[in-house]
């Protein structure tokens, strides 16, 4: 677990794994029938004397587990947030694919593990899926409604637009 140079900032990774075996029991994980988290990723600014920053922490949640504390998986910090989502994501998309395929190993045990619910606000879910913000021209990732600008606001007023396929979100 060592801070690393990403873009123009420094990234953090420790995982999911070392808060599964420090906090959990193989009983804990056995009467919950395994082990399910809920992820958040969100941007926070950062202020300190005359200087700015952004942090984008990656944190998790046991869900069956609700008395321990949120963990923190991974943090990027830098002047602006990550200039590569590819980057920033990898090896956390890499550690719950092998957890999701490979389940966890307690002594003799294995047991099934899921990233149940990632938990993002509408900015940080444009950043994640690399698609247009919120509040861009095309910025509904359900449906084609295109916004009108007004007073200096993006606004959306067709209540019944078609709903996006996989075509028109990947264009």
């Known amino acids: 677990m060592c801070v690393t140079e990403m873009g123009t900032g420094q990234f953090w990774f420790k995982g999911i794994t070392p808060y599964i075996k420090e906090r959990l029991s193989a009983e804990m994980v056995q009467q919950a029938r395994g082990v399910k988290i809920d992820v958040n990723i969100d941007g926070l600014d950062l202020y ?8 984008w922490p990656i944190l998790g949640s046991f869900c069956d587990f609700p008395e321990e504390p949120v963990f923190i998986i991974a943090a990027y910090c830098g002047e602006k947030k990550p200039a590569d ?3 920033f994501l990898s090896q ?3 550690e719950v ?7 966890i190993r307690f002594v003799d045990l294995v047991f099934p593990f899921k990233a ?3 938990i993002l606000d509408a900015p940080a879910r444009a950043f994640c899926k690399c698609i247009i913000e919120h509040n861009g021209e095309k910025g509904c990732e359900k449906c084609e409604v295109k916004g009108e600008k007004y007073k200096g606001r993006e606004v959306f ?4 637009a078609l709903l996006r396929t996989d075509e028109s979100f990947t264009d």
């Open 48 to 55: 300190e004397k005359g200087k700015s920053g952004k942090m």
């Open 85 to 87: 989502v590819i980057e």
């Open 92 to 94: 956390f998309r890499d």
């Open 97 to 103: 694919e092998s957890l999701e395929n490979d389940s």
């Open 116 to 118: 149940k619910n990632y």
């Open 157 to 160: 007023c067709d209540y019944n």
